[in-house]
């Protein structure tokens, strides 16, 4: 298994976290996916930035493992929330049937493409039965770079569903688009995707 990540994204995130420390992330995806949980359910954040989107989940009084990459913006996250953001890169999940959802918003985009089966296999693994998951991509038809030398692995839809084939079976998967702005102000078409583990 390699590392799962890009050295020039990772380090473009380590120089920057102050920066998107001030960048609140849009919500309402986030108030959907609250919803379709238990009450105080145990959620995995990858990618957890400077950690908006956990304290909201803290608020709302689920039980939040916070991680990321870059150990910057753990450090980000962990002063915002007043408890310690985990350091992990998203090869490093070991867990086994430990969360009842796992939350990656905008960060396995940067994924190169012949290593997100694998990061999804470990997603699935670490979900317990009947478990949910979210993540956002940026669409397209072939990985690339973005002006800020950022890597994405710019996925189609169908690519995408076939990727998540391969790493486990879901009881649904759905997939929606939206249109929004980055870090480098460019808009760009969003592939949310949910899906959720087989209960059984």
């Given at each position: 298994?390699?590392?799962a990540?890009?050295?020039?994204?990772?380090r473009?995130?380590?120089?920057?976290?102050?920066?998107?420390?001030e960048?609140?992330?849009?919500?309402?995806?986030?108030?959907?996916?609250?919803?379709e949980?238990?009450?105080?359910?145990?959620?995995?954040?990858l990618?957890c930035?400077?950690?908006?989107?956990?304290?909201?989940?803290?608020?709302?009084?689920?039980?939040?493992?916070?991680t990321?990459g870059?150990?910057?913006m753990?450090a980000?996250?962990?002063?915002?929330l007043?408890?310690?953001?985990?350091?992990?890169?998203?090869?490093?999940?070991?867990?086994?049937?430990?969360?009842?959802?796992?939350?990656?918003?905008?960060?396995?985009?940067?994924?190169?493409?012949?290593?997100?089966?694998?990061?999804?296999?470990?997603?699935?693994?670490?979900?317990k039965?009947?478990?949910?998951?979210?993540?956002?991509?940026?669409?397209g038809e072939?990985?690339?770079?973005?002006?800020?030398?950022r890597?994405?692995?710019?996925p189609?839809?169908?690519?995408?569903?076939?990727?998540?084939?391969?790493?486990?079976?879901?009881e649904?998967?759905?997939?929606?688009?939206?249109?929004?702005?980055?870090?480098?102000?460019?808009?760009?078409?969003?592939?949310?995707?949910?899906?959720?583990?087989?209960?059984?």
């Amino acid at each position: 298994m390699t590392q799962a990540f890009d050295d020039d994204t990772l380090r473009f995130y380590r120089g920057n976290a102050a920066a998107y420390a001030e960048r609140k992330p849009a919500g309402g995806t986030l108030t959907r996916f609250l919803g379709e949980l238990p009450p105080g359910a145990r959620i995995l954040e990858l990618g957890c930035g400077a950690g908006h989107h956990a304290a909201e989940m803290l608020a709302a009084g689920f039980d939040i493992d916070a991680t990321d990459g870059s150990p910057e913006m753990a450090a980000e996250a962990s002063r915002r929330l007043g408890r310690p953001a985990r350091t992990m890169l998203f090869h490093q999940l070991d867990a086994d049937a430990l969360y009842d959802g796992v939350w990656a918003y905008a960060c396995l985009l940067h994924v190169p493409r012949d290593e997100l089966g694998a990061v999804l296999t470990r997603v699935h693994r670490a979900l317990k039965p009947g478990g949910l998951f979210y993540a956002s991509f940026k669409s397209g038809e072939a990985e690339g770079r973005d002006k800020l030398a950022r890597y994405y692995n710019y996925p189609s839809e169908d690519w995408l569903r076939a990727c998540y084939a391969e790493a486990g079976a879901w009881e649904s998967l759905t997939i929606e688009t939206s249109e929004g702005r980055g870090f480098d102000q460019e808009v760009a078409s969003f592939l949310h995707v949910v899906a959720r583990k087989p209960a059984g």
